[in-house]
């Protein structure tokens, strides 16, 4: 039997030492750089414990923020994290932790779902808001993939929409116990957050309020969150409109970070404070 | 006393579905189409059949169980096919190895229906308390992350429940209940009693030995059996200093008996190959929702799966349950020979699994495999009169008019209201001169004369 410390494994490629920062009771792992508009980066439900190409393009024109969500990453799982609310509680306390202010913030996938949530109740903090191929939502019909009922390959598959052998980088390695458990653990602090429901039904009547300057980046053919998501997120979000980065599946800011970062970055600095 | 005691669980499987290698899973997704109500109408029926036929062989227990949403096993609600039985039988004591908290809304909802069991069969029920496969969270959108700390908050009420006058409040992480009250409480004092089956949960094992539940083993190599019931043991004594008996130390192993060796295999190897390839059938990532065990015990898992090159039990071959000893079959000397080996080994005294159904077996397959283990096999573990426990007990409550009237008296008597201050008994309130006399009692001076 293997009683060797749980340790965090470090990704083959693009690992970066991070920085810490207490916020209540726990210490978050981020990672900055850049100068300009302060901008809050929130990940997706995996892909942690990197700098990827796509953050190094987003830091060269603005001051880039990227902590690991609690229970990703190296970033602890509390008791305390049952649920949106306290994430959006948590990302407040971040931001005062930074003293940020006024801010623009991107969400990736899960973390787009997390960045609505926090528009949702606290619109006056947000300079812009970007949600790239964001979950949140629930379309009749056009469900987003299970995740949870899937080996990790097929989610891989999925992501890349079959060229996921082009991105081994960005992927776990499903053969190292190390990176096994380490998956397993991000995703109990994902399915925690949307086991069931995998959508926040509250969403569609509360949107509608928020009128934060708002960017939908849909890929050409997403397999994760349907298509349609995007266009959902626009028409009910008061100032919201959508750019869909061409030959891209749900894995678009790995596939495409200067087109993706260059359509952001312009968004962003249109909106600055 | 019996050195063994004999308990059959009968899945109720649904076999007429396509093979494995047609299916993502016989479990959550496998499509409902599949299953024909007037198909199932005859397989309850049989299954009913043999279940009750338990009685009468001699059996010390039958169980029954709770899966959902699959071919394996067609026992959604366990308390149902328990009431059929306790209204079929007399003295067979009968354990209900669900009911799984997680999957109910409400754990008072378990407290109620088990007590009203247990009262209705004069205290022949045995509780299980179970948490559910992973496949259970994937049927019943139940997070499995908090699935642990949910069961044990659900768990200590069911007990609370049971054993503390009501009504009292429950202020929990997942329950919150002003009222806390429930009718009616159970006949078993101070509860019935309770097994908790495993499948490898060091947590588990801890857990039911620290409570003195009865543990039972669920469906492993005999290696892996014997390992989780001398920990049991171990846990006992070392951390919570007694000796558990061996009623305490239990486990599943699906048995099949025939007239001669070669013949029990010739009958048990297609279905208990259905049973395991088939009916198993399921891709671990429902097997294993993310959170349902810590990081710590998924890697150990991990671990000992990867060290010990454990298969998953729907790839075992007919070849592995026999040669891993995960299941017995054979003459009766072989399964007496197999069954005392593994008590020496182990210190069990509980079997689960002790012939009856497994697979597709026609019923008179099932019913041939419980008369040849009741009359050839059981006898041997007993002593000469051949009784199974309960018969060797007078039942917990009377069973007829006389007894009961002669010793249960009431601690109250009903009463209604005639006028100001006069009550009469309404049993007697149709005789008039019943409630002459009741009013002339409260019309008498207090005190009397």
Redo the contacts between chains.
């Keep these: ?4 410390p ?1 340790t965090t494994p470090r990704p083959r490629r693009f690992y970066t030492e991070p920085r810490w920062l207490e916020v209540g009771e726990i210490r978050v792992a981020y990672r900055r750089r850049g100068t300009g508009e302060p901008t809050l980066f929130l990940h997706g439900a995996g892909g942690t414990r990197m700098w990827l190409p796509f953050y190094e393009r987003m830091a060269e024109s603005v001051d880039f923020i990227a902590p690991e969500h609690p229970g990703f990453g190296e970033t602890e799982l509390p008791e305390w994290l ?1 649920g949106f609310d306290d994430l959006v509680l948590h990302y407040r306390d971040f931001a005062d932790a930074l003293g940020l202010g006024r801010f623009h913030v991107v969400g990736f996938s899960l973390g787009g779902w997390i960045a609505a949530e926090l528009a949702v109740f606290y619109p006056e903090r947000l300079a812009s808001m970007t949600l790239i191929a964001p979950a949140g939502l629930h379309l009749p019909g056009k469900p987003l993939v299970d995740l ?4 990790p390959e097929r989610v891989a598959g999925l992501l890349f929409n079959g060229q996921e052998a082009q991105y081994l980088d960005y992927l776990p390695d499903g053969t190292n ?1 190390d990176e ?2 380490q998956a ?2 991000e ?6 957050l949307a ?3 995998s959508h926040d039904p509250k969403l569609p009547r509360r949107l509608p309020a928020v009128r934060v300057p708002t960017l939908v980046v849909g890929a050409e053919d997403d397999r994760i969150v349907p298509n349609e998501h995007v266009d959902r997120y626009a028409e009910l979000l008061p100032d919201a409109r959508v750019v869909r980065i061409p030959g891209t599946a749900h894995g678009l800011i790995m596939q495409e970070p200067d087109l993706a970062a260059a359509e952001i970055v312009a968004f962003i600095e249109g909106n600055a404070r | 006393m019996n050195k063994l005691l004999f308990y059959t669980i009968n899945f109720m499987p649904y076999p007429f579905v396509p093979p494995p290698e047609e299916l993502e899973s016989a479990w ?2 496998i499509p409902n189409s599949h299953y024909d109500p007037r198909v199932g109408h005859r397989l309850y029926t049989d299954y009913l059949e043999e279940e009750i036929a338990t009685e009468r062989f001699g059996y010390d227990g039958v169980l029954v169980n709770e899966h959902h949403q699959n071919a394996y096993g067609n026992m959604p609600s366990p308390n149902l096919i328990a009431s059929y039985i306790i209204a079929r039988t007399s003295r067979i004591p009968v354990g209900i190895i669900g009911n799984a908290l997680n999957l109910y809304h409400h754990p008072l909802r378990v407290a109620e229906e088990v007590a009203m069991l247990d009262v209705i069969s004069g205290g022949r029920i045995i509780s299980g308390l179970v948490r559910g496969t992973g496949m259970e ?2 049927s019943y ?6 699935a642990r700390e949910k069961f044990w908050e659900a768990h200590d009420l069911v007990i609370k429940a049971w054993t503390e006058p009501g009504p009292f409040e429950w202020e929990g992480e997942h329950f919150h209940l002003r009222y806390v009250n429930p009718w009616p409480r159970p006949l078993q004092q101070p509860h019935p009693p309770i097994w908790v089956p495993g499948v490898g949960s060091l947590e588990t094992v801890e857990e039911a030995a620290k409570r003195r539940y009865t543990f039972m083993q669920v469906y492993a190599p005999r290696w892996l059996l014997v390992k989780a019931l001398q920990l049991y043991r171990q846990i006992a004594e070392e951390k919570y200093g007694y000796t558990p008996s061996p009623y305490q130390l239990g486990s599943a192993i699906p048995t099949y008996v025939a007239e001669t060796d070669e013949q029990a295999h010739r009958e048990a190897r297609p279905h208990l190959t259905w049973l395991f390839r088939n009916g198993l059938q399921h ?4 097997a294993f ?3 349902a065990m810590s ?2 015990s ?3 898992f ?3 799966i ?2 010990k090159n454990i298969k998953p039990l729907y790839r075992l071959t007919y070849e592995d349950l026999i040669e891993q000893e995960y299941v017995i079959v054979g003459s009766p000397d072989t399964v007496i020979e197999q069954l005392e080996r593994f008590q020496e080994q182990s210190g069990a005294g509980v079997i689960v699994g002790a012939g009856g159904q497994w697979g597709a077996m026609p019923s008179w397959m099932a019913m041939k495999n419980m008369q040849i283990m009741a009359e050839e096999v059981m006898p041997h573990f007993r002593p000469p009169d051949g009784k199974p426990i309960w018969a060797r007990e007078e039942p917990k409550v009377p069973t007829t008019l006389s007894e009961q009237a002669a010793t249960v008296k009431p601690a109250l008597a009903p009463r209604i209201r005639l006028d100001e201050d006069t009550y009469i008994d309404p049993r007697i309130g149709h005789l008039p001169e019943q409630v002459e006399a009741a009013r002339a009692r409260a019309a008498a001076p207090a005190g009397g004369e």
Excluded: C, D, H, Q
């Design positions: 039997m293997s009683n060797a749980a049952r949870f009922a899937m080996p116990l096994i458990v397993y653990g995703f109990t602090t994902f399915a925690r086991w069931s429901p | 959550v997704t969270y994937f959108g139940e997070n499995p992350t908090w891709p671990e990532y429902f929702p993310p959170g990081k710590k998924f890697r150990n991990l671990g000992t990867i060290e």
